[in-house]
């Protein structure tokens, strides 16, 4: 298997770390981050520096076009027909609650129902707890199988109550790495009469999206995870939903006209882009949806999954390793494991000796946990820039760190 791409594209992958080469295994939390994305905010910072939206001078049109411009590029990459029907955001979090607060509190009623699933992030979890405990509505989950996968009869018996208002679902688990049957969710959740957001904090930055094809209401996802840096994110919605809600925060660039009492707003997405955004960050995430596009998603995919195939493969020869999630095309590049008698924090401390960084907690999805029956896991997850040599690495330390713990 050759490197999938130049490792100096990667600076963080040239520096060691406790004296031993680098092996970020931790993708799932966020990714490292390439030159041409680095250069990108820089250029931001040292030629152009001014505020969007508001002069009309030339430095701050051309801050604007940088703006607009990474819009364009992540509707590219998401096969998004209109760029307006992007919202940038800090990260998929703020993207669920803004839906959450500005639908949820305009469309909740009592006693209506919110589906989510055992397999979701809290952050596809808290913010309904939280709307849906302000309306007197319901949140309800969908039970997972053993392996993590949905249990789709047991979703259909949920859609039948007639209550469903909302199906929050995550396109693919961050704890388990299943690729779940998003079409099928979202049509589903349709033909019940609900809408349905979609969690694609894992799934943007990993496989070939298309929300036209998905033809979900609401997809949400971080650029932390894709390459981008942290503190911006972006809520994709069909442009006639998102009209048709109130905004989710109040101040500068939201506005259409304001008086003293009151105010009307702006169209999507300004109305949902309050206050100066963070537009060096909007400009590296547009860097980072070409970096990817170039790459090809498709291949990305293929590349990552063919690592986690080679992992999974020698991971099952081990005693006292047991595995957890699904085998076959629907399982993304995460890899949940646990050690007999050994703490999963014990393992990515003893991993993070050789250089090596993985995950280990209960990865934000403490409903997952339980049904699997464990506290938690240790998680090695892949990207782009790890190869064969970094699996190798991971299974010889694994191989240490048993020995050592007997
Ligand atoms: N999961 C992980 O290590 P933010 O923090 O808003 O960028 O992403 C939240 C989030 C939402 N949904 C899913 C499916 C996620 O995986 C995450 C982030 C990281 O698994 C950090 S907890």
New binding site residues.
């Given amino acids: 298997m050759k490197p999938f791409i130049s490792s100096s594209d990667f600076p963080l992958l040239e520096q060691p770390v406790n004296g031993k080469r680098l092996v970020y295994l931790d993708s799932?939390?966020t990714s490292l981050k390439p030159k041409v994305v680095l250069e990108a905010m820089d250029n931001y910072y040292r030629h152009v520096g001014a505020n969007v939206h508001r002069g009309v001078y030339s430095l701050s049109s051309q801050a604007t076009d940088l703006y607009e411009m990474a819009r364009v590029s992540v509707a590219r990459l998401i096969s998004a027909a209109q760029p307006e029907s992007l919202v940038f955001t800090r990260?998929?979090?703020e993207g669920i609650n803004l839906v959450a607060y500005a639908w949820g509190l305009k469309n909740l009623l009592p006693d209506d129902e919110i589906v989510v699933s055992e397999l979701e992030?809290h952050?596809?979890l808290v913010p309904w707890h939280l709307v849906a405990g302000y309306r007197g509505a319901k949140v309800k989950a969908i039970r997972m199988t053993t392996d993590g996968q949905l249990d789709l009869e047991h979703y259909a018996s949920l859609l039948q109550s007639g209550k469903v208002k909302m199906v929050a679902i995550?396109h693919v688990s961050?704890a388990l790495g299943t690729i779940h049957p998003i079409q099928k969710i979202v049509q589903m959740a349709h033909q019940a009469g609900a809408l349905c957001l979609v969690?694609g904090?894992?799934s943007v930055p990993h496989l070939q999206v298309d929300v036209q094809d998905i033809g979900a209401d609401f997809y949400a996802f971080?650029g932390?995870?894709m390459l981008a840096p942290t503190g911006i994110?972006v809520l994709y919605g069909k442009l006639e939903v998102l009209k048709a809600m109130p905004p989710f925060l109040g101040g500068g660039d939201m506005i259409d006209q304001v008086f003293p009492d009151h105010s009307s707003y702006a169209e999507p997405p300004m109305r949902f882009e309050a206050g100066t955004p963070a537009i060096a960050e909007a400009i590296g995430l547009g860097a980072a949806a070409e970096y990817l596009m170039d790459l090809g998603m498709a291949r990305v995919q293929a590349h990552e999954q063919a690592l986690t195939v080679y992992a999974l493969e020698q991971l099952d020869q081990f005693e006292g390793v047991t595995t957890y999630g699904t085998r076959g095309a629907n399982r993304s590049a995460v890899i949940a494991f646990n050690l007999e008698n050994v703490h999963p924090h014990d393992v990515a401390t003893f991993l993070d000796a050789e250089g090596i960084c993985v995950?280990a907690g209960h990865?934000?999805a403490q409903p997952a946990m339980r049904a699997l029956g464990v506290q938690s896991t240790a998680r090695a997850s892949f990207g782009i820039y790890n190869t064969k040599e970094d699996v190798d690495a991971l299974v010889e330390s694994l191989k240490h760190c048993i020995k050592f713990f007997q």
Avoid: L
Wanted: proline fraction near 0%.
């Fill in positions: 799932t939390a990260n998929t979090t992030h952050s596809n995550a961050n969690d904090a894992q971080s932390h995870k994110g995950r990865h934000c």
